[in-house]
């Protein structure tokens, strides 16, 4: 083979008339071609691809001649330029000689150098925690298509730092049209190949490029634009601001606009070419490697711990060597330049023997040249990270590891890729089992990199993670304020404490968390976490300590499978585990008042596990905080008991303020917005369904849901509130804040912040977005202000709000929570404490979402989903101005056109249509109430038009006059008059008559009992306080009249339905 054909020596595989060896390299996978012919002849072999030479060069010796910069330069040839038809002279695609390409990479160089690593930090955490939360809310047996993800993560990370548009790959079924256009037009270039007749035969491939690069532009010339005519944000650090303010030193010149969009499409080509590669081809390797996987799992565990509601910070980041050492092996193995095209300035002998002609293509096939034996050893197929330790580095030839090209030419951004890498696979361990559910078995797709074919796998949570252990001290026991009683952090004992809970609203994970934070501050070693995390796995070592709530009698929905696991655990499931539980509830629904936690307390005793004191109650209709501060109270004495600590535990550790408050001149990710799984949502309708006369409002709020988000009628939408102005503004002024005020909060002591801490934010935000600031003043926050006040007039009065109750009156009770009065309500009662904005924004506890029934159908309004909602808008209870609930003015507020952030969530009351079409219905929803019935009344009139069969139906609404806040009238009459229901209604202000729901149940019982008796189920909606109670009574009282019995018998009837799913609730605390 080896002819002398003008390539010297050089051997190469048999050729074909005219076409030379265009056929002997496969058109799908030409780079394993390639490879195999690498195997077959060597270090160098040649080729002829149709009359054009070309030569392709794997042995390292050979290598190190071919990457002399001064003999050899980048090869813009094939399937790369014609790329240029969209990325024009980008940094990828230029010649070497071009001045855009010098005038670019001088601008673009500094923005990647890894002192600018730590600027796109964030923006890369914003979007791997999106790809997290997405993998956190899969089913077990939900398969990940690897590739995908990788691809939307790298998309839209690259979107983000590089141009600030967002993709929102995660929130969408499909790809963004923007995507489709530049991975067609990619495909499209690479399967030219310049063969006699190909502009006929792909005629139509070439005109839908020219489609697809004129949109990609436009969008592309639009951003820029935009960005130019806004001036450009000076604080927004992408690499757009830089290319547009950027000058090169040499020249003086600046980057044209044109050339700015080749430089945006090209970051967008290369960023999710390359990254996506690298942690697909990673995450096949670790599943492949158990070994390899344990070792890293060891370093995330130790450098980033099991926190999972901490970001990594750059620091950690850095300190991930294994992880890195895995990223370099699996870019060893199957790099993200799989080839890299080169030409000679001139005549050249290779080796001494092998003579390459001047502008002959040379390939450097980086495939090969990272399998060589004489660098790599005797086994290079194997996966071993150990060719990447500092000593296997340094003892490695400078031009044995090409994975991102060649000198001045290689990849502008892989510090940039690494980091990003880096990070997600952190963050992927940190949280994740992996599992490789197919035994998949590597197929290699190639495009313009290279990536794992069809590699789809399955992740789980990983037991022991938690979301953090600090939040406002303002749930800390009554004691841990009082200076007379507080000692200093006990120095770490490590005795295991583990703390977890169930919570859907917040309020009882804000509990656990202030546990979970005293027990850092009592020397303990303390892990928290959700219920559902530890199935099956609570720990024998220490104590664990549960904190949950109920819902309508039902566990939380992050302690659903927890409760399935207790009720069907094997005897002595629990033996040896030491546990405290206290439970949150209100007794408006005495029913089911304490259920979920007294059951998990019950079960645990039968289950073997030890008491270590009687369980806590809360009620929040009466006073939660009280309740919690008592049985907080004697919470670390009884540990130290029960575990034979010799510590005294009956004077509580004092933990020092949380935040220093440092003033900054000077876009952090909002922590609601991210733990509540919320997205941006679009409001496509709001109006009014009041009368102007009925002097409230409730307002019929339309938003239209991002791709892949659905629903069902019966679920919920989670809305993430935003603070009214006027109650913003009434802060700043208390504290002395300018409007555009900024602030750079730092933790003290290492501890961890519930919301972005150690970077400038706007203090506006901090109270619009991020914090609660009507929630009631608790005891211990009052003690507090009182330490904080110096005035001998007003410390006393301060002390007297939380003095002991005396002749049966609870000042507390009376002056405070009856009169729910905020921290800033007497902040602004009594001036002349002294507070800092540090220790006000630490009793501050996170803004909980708001739940509202959903009032529409999928089947009646694809894409979308509407709310019904009751504007909170009157006087404050306190007496002091107005109160302004804050979800729902802020619903109120948002016009056609605003962006809400919200989420649907499935119901866990059983609040569905019954699969049984036969079954009929009975629905009682005064008020907002109704906006479940009407999306059941809305599926029924689809299933009508779908020709079903109905069973009857009937409906009892009320509401005050029928001329001011008859909800949806119009609607429901005309639902009625076609026999979609049975319509009552009950009037409450008309005609000097009081009509409520439970009379006109009691008017039409034998209509009601009628339908019991077939089966019927019956759906409450609305207050639960008063309205669900009178309405228990009406059907129990039907029940004893029909049947003539006892009122006990009539009690178990109605919970013999509860327990059949025929009589559910959704239900809410009263006002």
């Known amino acids: ?421 880096t990070l997600v696979i952190g963050m992927i361990l940190q949280r994740f089992q992996l599992f490789d559910h197919q035994k998949y078995q590597l197929r290699i797709k190639e495009t313009m990199s290279i990536k794992p074919d069809g590699f789809r796998m399955r992740v789980k949570p990983r037991p022991g993670r938690t979301r953090g252990t600090v939040i406002p001290g303002a749930a800390l026991g009554d004691q841990a304020t009082q200076s007379a009683v507080q000692v200093a952090r006990r120095p770490k004992h490590g005795t295991p404490l583990t703390v977890l809970y169930g919570s859907n609203l917040g309020t009882t994970e804000d509990l656990a968390r202030a546990i979970a934070q005293a027990g850092e501050l009592n020397g303990f070693d303390v892990v928290m976490d959700e219920l559902d995390a530890r199935v099956g796995n609570l720990p024998t070592q220490g104590a664990v300590v549960i904190a949950s709530a109920s819902y309508n009698g039902a566990p939380p929905d992050n302690a659903t499978r927890f409760m399935e696991w207790l009720e069907k655990a094997e005897p002595d499931a629990a033996k040896g585990v030491n546990y405290l539980v206290f439970g949150c509830g209100n007794r408006d629904w005495a029913s089911t008042f304490q259920a979920t936690p007294r059951r998990i307390d019950e079960r645990l005793e039968a289950l073997g596990a030890q008491r270590i004191t009687q369980r806590g109650e809360g009620d929040a209709r009466e006073d939660l905080d009280g309740q919690f501060q008592d049985w907080f109270k004697g919470l670390f004495p009884s540990l130290g008991e029960a575990l034979g600590l010799d510590i005294d535990f009956s004077e509580q550790a004092e933990a020092e303020p949380l935040y220093q408050v440092e003033i900054v001149s000077g876009q952090p990710v909002n922590p609601v917005v991210h733990q509540s799984g919320a997205v941006a949502m679009t409001v496509v309708g709001n109006r009014e369904l009041q009368s102007s006369g009925s002097g409230r409002s409730t307002r019929h709020v339309e938003v239209a849901l991002p791709d892949g988000l659905g629903y069902r009628a019966g679920d919920h939408l989670c809305v993430v509130p935003v603070n009214d102005p006027t109650l913003v503004e009434r802060v700043e002024r208390r504290f002395g804040f300018a409007p555009d005020a900024q602030v750079q909060l730092k933790t003290t002591g290492g501890r961890q912040a519930p919301f972005p801490a150690d970077g400038p934010i706007p203090v506006r935000r901090i109270l619009s977005d991020y914090v609660e600031l009507q929630a009631v003043a608790t005891r211990k926050q009052i003690q507090i202000m009182a330490a904080a006040t110096r005035c001998p007039f007003t410390r006393p009065q301060l002390e007297a709000l939380v003095a002991e109750a005396k002749d049966g009156v609870d000042p507390y009770k009376a002056e405070v929570f009856a009169k729910r009065r905020s921290v800033l309500d007497l902040l602004e009662q009594f001036p002349a404490c002294e507070l800092s904005f540090g220790q006000y924004l630490e009793m501050l506890p996170l803004l909980a979402p708001r739940y509202y029934s959903i009032s529409s159908s999928p089947s009646s309004q694809a894409g979308c989903c509407s709310i019904t909602v009751g504007v909170v808008d009157g006087p404050s209870r306190s007496g002091n101005g107005i109160y302004r609930g804050a979800c729902s003015n802020h619903l109120a507020q948002a016009g056609e056109g605003a962006v809400i952030h919200a989420t649907t969530r499935e119901t866990k009351a059983g609040f569905r249509l019954p699969d049984d079409r036969a079954r009929p219905l009975i629905m009682v929803g005064p008020g907002t109430g109704l906006a479940p019935f009407r999306a059941f009344l809305q599926e029924r009139e689809a299933m009508a038009k779908a020709g079903e069969a109905l069973a009857p139906a009937m409906l009892f609404f009320g509401c005050r006059h029928p001329e001011q806040d008859f909800l949806y009238r119009d609607e429901l009459e005309t639902m009625a008059s076609v026999g979609l229901v049975d319509l009552h209604v009950a009037f409450s202000r008309h005609d000097g008559e009081r009509t409520y729901v439970q009379d006109l149940i009691r008017k039409n019982g034998a209509a009601v009992w009628k339908l019991i008796e077939s089966g019927a189920h019956i759906y409450v909606c609305g207050d639960g306080s008063r309205m669900e109670p009178d309405v228990k009574r009406a059907l129990t009282r039907l029940y004893a009249e029909e049947t003539d019995a006892d009122p006990q018998e009539a009690d178990a009837w109605i919970e013999r339905l509860a327990k059949e799913n025929r009589y559910v609730l959704d239900v809410w605390a009263g006002n």
Not at 170 to 189: G, K, N, S
Not at 262 to 278: K, N, V
Not at 293 to 321: C, F, W
Not at 388 to 408: C, D, I, L, V
Request: net charge negative.
């Open 1 to 421: 083979m080896a002819q002398d054909t003008g390539f010297g020596r050089i051997p190469g595989p048999p050729k074909k008339p005219i076409v030379g060896n265009m056929l002997t390299v496969d058109t799908e996978t030409p780079l394993q071609s390639l490879m195999q012919l690498a195997r077959e002849l060597g270090p160098i072999f040649r080729l002829d691809m149709m009359g054009t030479p070309m030569v392709v060069v794997s042995g390292a010796s050979l290598v190190e001649e071919i990457c002399d910069e001064n003999r050899f330069d980048k090869a813009v040839r094939g399937s790369l330029r014609r790329v240029r038809s969209a990325a024009g002279d980008g940094l990828f695609t230029a010649y070497t000689q071009e001045d855009n390409w010098t005038k670019a990479h001088n601008i673009l160089l500094p923005t990647f150098a890894q002192r600018a690593m730590a600027g796109y930090l964030p923006l890369m955490q914003d979007i791997a925690g999106q790809l997290c939360m997405k993998w956190e809310r899969l089913n077990v047996d939900d398969d990940i298509d690897v590739v995908h993800d990788m691809t939307a993560l790298a998309l839209d990370t690259i979107g983000v730092c590089g141009f600030d548009y967002r993709f929102n790959s995660f929130y969408r079924r499909d790809y963004h049209p923007f995507i489709d256009a530049l991975t067609r037009t990619l495909e499209t270039c690479m399967v030219q190949r310049g063969l006699p007749f190909e502009k006929v035969i792909l005629r139509k491939r070439l005109e839908q490029l020219k489609t697809d690069v004129t949109f990609m532009s436009k969008l592309v010339d639009d951003i820029v634009r935009e960005r130019r005519r806004g001036g450009g944000d000076q604080a927004q650090k992408d690499l757009l601001n830089f290319m547009l303010a950027g000058v090169d030193k040499t020249t003086g010149e600046s980057l044209s606009d044109e050339n700015i969009r080749y430089q945006i499409i090209t970051f967008l080509i290369a960023g999710h070419e390359t990254t996506s590669g690298l942690m697909s081809f990673t995450l096949y390797f670790l599943l492949n490697n158990p070994d390899v996987l344990e070792k890293a799992y060891e370093e995330v565990d130790r450098v980033l711990g099991n926190d999972i509601g901490v970001m990594p910070t750059i620091s950690q980041v850095n300190h991930l060597t294994y992880v890195q050492q895995v990223l370099n092996e699996a870019l060893r193995l199957w790099p993200t330049a799989p080839a890299i095209g080169l030409y000679p300035y001139n005549d050249e002998m290779l080796g001494g023997q092998y003579k390459v002609k001047k502008n002959t293509f040379t390939t450097l096939l980086t495939l090969m040249l990272h399998r060589d034996p004489s660098i790599w050893g005797a086994e290079p197929e194997r996966f071993n990270p150990d060719n990447f330790t500092r000593e296997a580095e340094a003892s490695r030839p400078a031009h044995a590891f090409k994975p991102w090209g060649n000198g001045q030419r290689a990849c502008i951004g892989r510090q940039f890729a690494m980091q990003e890498a």
